[in-house]
């Protein structure tokens, strides 16, 4: 089945702690993506990958980092976590100029 | 730089009545249109999308939307709307040509009463 996945689901931490969402596709896609969803401000882009080893910020880069070792796998870094990064992440797949193929979202909560 | 409007932060229609959903974008070049649609506690699913072609593009769960390029609209419609189509939904576009970044609308909330 044709998937991207996103772990954990959910996750709660405290501000300052390093952690890493991971996100991985079995579809073989080039391009690969992080968002984030906060009420009223729709889906804001945090990095992309065109491809192995070719990353680039999206709008909202600010306390990301992202790194695209292996096609399918894109995982989203926080290295010193903030209250404001509190918030609802997607990670994405798509071929060029096709659909995205969304992950079912990681529930981020910063205390 | 591509953006996308979605005038309405919700839309209220009764349960078999038309519904419209409406999506505006400025792109510079030609557009891929896309509409998703996102349930409660769920990732974001795809309903349909405009590459090229026919501008009445139908999708799933019998959504349709048209490409109107004069006015830069492609509005998610629905002839007869069920109580199960109420989401949150959003427009999105990329410019064609190589790599680009999709941009997404703020999202419309469809509240489809009984």
């Known amino acids: 089945e044709a998937q991207v996945t996103q772990n954990p689901r959910y996750l709660i931490t405290v501000t300052g702690k390093k952690l890493t969402v991971t996100c991985s596709q079995n579809?073989?896609?080039?391009?690969m993506s992080w968002y984030r969803q906060d009420p009223g401000l729709g889906l804001r882009q945090i990095y992309y990958?065109?491809?192995?080893?070719?990353?680039d910020k999206g709008d909202v880069p600010e306390g990301y980092k992202v790194s695209r070792k292996e096609k399918r796998n894109f995982p989203l870094i926080l290295e010193s976590p903030s209250p404001n990064q509190t918030s609802l992440y997607f990670c994405?797949?798509?071929?060029?100029?096709?659909?995205?193929?969304f992950g079912q979202g990681t529930r981020l909560t910063v205390v | 730089a591509q953006s996308v409007a979605q005038p309405e932060d919700q839309v209220n229609v009764a349960e078999g009545n038309p519904l419209t959903v409406k999506c505006t974008y400025s792109?510079?070049?030609?557009?891929?249109l896309f509409w998703y649609v996102q349930y409660p506690n769920r990732g974001l699913q795809f309903l349909l999308k405009?590459?090229?072609?026919?501008?009445l593009v139908k999708g799933s769960y019998g959504f349709e939307a048209e490409f109107n390029k004069s006015q830069t609209s492609f509005h998610l419609k629905k002839p007869s709307a069920l109580v199960s189509d109420s989401a949150l939904y959003f427009c999105?576009?990329?410019?064609?040509?190589?790599?680009?970044?999709?941009?997404f609308g703020t999202g419309t909330r469809l509240l489809v009463s009984p």
């Open positions: 994405a797949s798509s071929l060029s100029g096709r659909e995205a193929f």
């Open positions: 999105a576009v990329v410019r064609s040509g190589g790599f680009q970044k999709l941009v």
């Open positions: 792109v510079s070049g030609n557009p891929y």
């Open positions: 990958s065109m491809n192995v080893e070719v990353t």
């Open positions: 405009y590459i090229t072609g026919d501008n």
């Open positions: 579809m073989n896609h080039e391009y």
